[in-house]
């Protein structure tokens, strides 16, 4: 399966990329920044040049399943979070649309409400329009959603839950492995789970679903 992955130079899509390239699937890393072509070059991973905030076509084509690992970061303002993390999500599922692009997975977060009032409630807000538009959608979507991200080592030892409001920490390891394991997860499409750090190999927990 030829998978695209938005946000590839992220901390998280990174750790995808690698996961995709040393596995089954045949990662595509779409970057902005064309000196980050370097860092996929020597994984043997392709790039491709585009920007949520034009449209992505040219990088969709082609491709059978999609993960949108993108972010604005916690260093832009509250503008660049509607562009990317709210139209830029929702510009990317629309051209998997048109370009016929069925298997869709959504990096999201807990606690998204459109009504948020959190101390991130920007953030929170724009992943909730992204997420409600993609679960009305037609395509065959997967929503995860972390909670806090930490650096710790992977452990692919989780705990799911269709409960999406809450607290806790999730590795980016084991989020990068649930990532990349849904792509093989059917029973996982139609579905929106928060996804912890927690004592139950990932494996049973998505199969679980």
């Known amino acids: 399966m030829k998978v695209l992955v938005i946000g590839a130079n992220g901390n998280t ?36 040049l585009a920007d949520l905030e034009y449209p992505i076509d040219h990088a969709v084509q082609g491709c059978d399943a999609m993960i949108f690992a993108a972010g604005s970061g916690g260093k832009t303002g509250k503008d660049k979070t509607v562009l ?5 999500a929702i510009r990317s599922m629309v051209a998997a649309q048109v370009n016929d692009v ?3 997975i959504m990096l999201s977060s807990i606690n998204n409400d459109i009504n948020s009032k959190s101390p991130i409630a920007h953030y929170h ?13 037609d395509l065959d979507y997967t929503i995860v959603c972390p ?13 799911i839950s269709e409960e999406l409001q809450g607290r806790g920490l999730t590795s980016r390891e084991n989020l990068a492995s649930a990532l990349v394991a849904c792509l093989d997860s059917d029973n996982t499409i139609g579905k929106s789970f928060s996804l912890l750090d927690g004592n139950t190999t990932l494996t049973e927990a998505l199969n679980a679903l």
Do not use: Q, W
Not at 84 to 88: P, Q, S, T, V
Not at 147 to 159: A, F, H, K, Q, R
């Open 13 to 48: 899509g990174t750790r995808v990329i690698k996961r995709l390239a040393n596995g089954n699937h045949d990662p595509v890393a779409m970057i902005r920044n064309p000196e980050h072509r370097a860092k996929f070059d020597s994984l043997g991973v392709p790039t491709i």
């Open 84 to 88: 990317i993390d709210h139209i830029g």
């Open 102 to 104: 069925r298997r869709y």
């Open 125 to 137: 807000r724009a992943k909730a329009h992204a997420d409600n538009h993609l679960i009305e959608s």
């Open 147 to 159: 909670g806090g991200l930490t650096d710790e080592p992977g452990t692919d030892l989780v705990s």
